[in-house]
């Protein structure tokens, strides 16, 4: 009896003491004084670059954002930090991400990202957010920021929200609630079905039928949105956002014939705020994308093109080809262990074709405009929320950023993660002597 309860005491220790470490940082506390960041060097994030900066914030908004050979402070009012010869930068936003409703992909019970159905405008995904997932410090400490949380799966997957990377449950991490609504344009081919045996791709022979179908739903939704319904319809009442503009409907496609329908039937419909995401063959429709002043979020920069035509590099070069033919671009990734090097995809494009404070753009003011929350966020400007980090580095450099510190609407975060934990825990054992 006495071993029994030995043993079932030790199992408990240590189940303790494995979940204490693989908690995620517990969430920073208000900003309590005012803060300056000094001798800097400040990247807006609208293409602009302060080589000496002050910059000061308080009550989570900032306050001075100057060249600090003309501008000066009283000391004694602000914690100062002193960023001498480092980098600050505004907050980096992740569009289309699936942070925070899966864990590990190939666990079910760690997946609430998908719901079953074709059509589910309704289900938004804030309120599945989990605010405890240990993917979260690995995107902060590459300087991640904010994120668009968005279900997948079906025809019309849900409705995103914008979320703040930090704080104890869904309502205090909500930045912006139901942006947008997500859409999977229904794919021209089909790709091999690997388990049962198929090897080709293929036409998708239900392509018209499953165009039709989109086709009535969206004129369904724009009927009930232009009426008085005596019954409520929770999947139409979702869409109405997109009618009058206060909602975006984010449409998945790939392929240029694909593209062009998309946007075309959003049009004749009458949404108003249209974005392209993904689209691997957007280069082949840039005007079209221009002249319609349509947004694109391109995932993956770091693949090969889906088609051998292609150019090889054509995934790294896509963002400054779309830039160049009056694109507005951001960039994200499909999955989510990846998206923490969002940093490092702008880095590759301002290898192929913009400059960096241009790349720097992609993942900053770019993606604050396409999902709408500009106003407040996306560059270091008087006025706008204290979202920035410092890093030692330049940021878009995987060899070279090093965030140092960062800050959500003033709060400090508390950057370690279960990575640094395990770094800091054998760092000696496998050191130099």
Not at 10 to 19: E, G, K, M, P
Not at 300 to 316: A, F, G, K, Q, T
Request: hydrophobic share 40%; aromatic share 8%; proline share 4%.
């Amino acid at each position: 009896m006495m071993m029994k309860k030995f043993i079932t005491l030790t199992i408990s220790v240590f189940t303790l003491t494995s979940l204490a470490f693989g908690q995620v940082p517990k969430p920073a506390s208000p900003q309590t004084k005012p803060i300056a960041i000094t001798g800097a060097i400040a990247h807006i994030g609208n293409g602009n670059v302060i080589q000496n900066s002050i910059i000061t914030f308080d009550n989570g908004k900032l306050t001075l954002v100057a060249d600090a050979s003309t501008s000066s402070i009283d000391a004694s009012k602000f914690e100062i930090i002193n960023a001498s010869g480092k980098h600050v930068y505004p907050g980096f936003i992740l569009p289309d991400s699936d942070l925070g409703l899966q864990e590990i992909s190939a666990v079910r019970s760690t997946r609430d990202v998908n719901e079953t159905g074709s059509y589910n405008p309704n289900v938004r995904s804030i309120i599945s957010y989990n605010t405890d997932s240990e993917l979260i410090p690995t995107l902060r400490y590459n300087g991640i920021l904010l994120a668009q949380t968005t279900p997948i799966g079906g025809i019309i997957s849900g409705t995103s929200s914008v979320i703040e990377l930090d704080g104890w449950n869904w309502e205090d991490a909500v930045y912006k609630t139901d942006d947008g609504v997500h859409l999977n344009w229904p794919a021209f081919y089909q790709s091999p079905r690997w388990w049962m045996g198929e090897t080709q791709i293929k036409k998708n022979e239900k392509y018209d039928e499953q165009i039709r179908e989109l086709s009535n739903f969206l004129a369904e939704a724009k009927a009930y949105a232009q009426s008085a319904p005596e019954a409520t319809n929770l999947k139409l009442e979702a869409m109405k956002g997109l009618f009058d503009g206060s909602k975006v409907i984010y449409m998945r496609a790939s392929l240029a014939k694909e593209i062009m329908s998309a946007i075309q039937l959003a049009q004749q419909v009458g949404i108003k705020k249209i974005v392209l995401k993904d689209g691997e063959e957007s280069y082949l429709v840039k005007e079209f994308l221009s002249e319609n002043h349509i947004p694109v979020v391109l995932a993956n920069v770091h693949r090969l093109p889906i088609s051998n035509d292609e150019d090889v590099d054509m995934p790294y070069k896509l963002p400054a080809v779309l830039t160049k033919a009056g694109v507005m671009v951001s960039l994200s990734y499909n999955g989510l262990q990846n998206s923490r090097n969002l940093p490092f995809f702008a880095g590759t494009a301002s290898a192929y074709g913009l400059s960096k404070e241009e790349a720097l753009q992609l993942i900053t003011l770019n993606a604050a405009k396409i999902i709408g929350i500009d106003s407040s966020c996306g560059t270091l400007e008087v006025g706008k929320d204290a979202n920035l980090f410092i890093s030692t580095g330049d940021a878009l450099d995987m060899r070279t950023n090093n965030v140092e510190n960062a800050f959500i609407a003033g709060r400090k975060l508390n950057l370690d993660g279960k990575q640094q934990l395990l770094y800091n825990r054998f760092k000696e054992k496998y050191g130099q002597k």
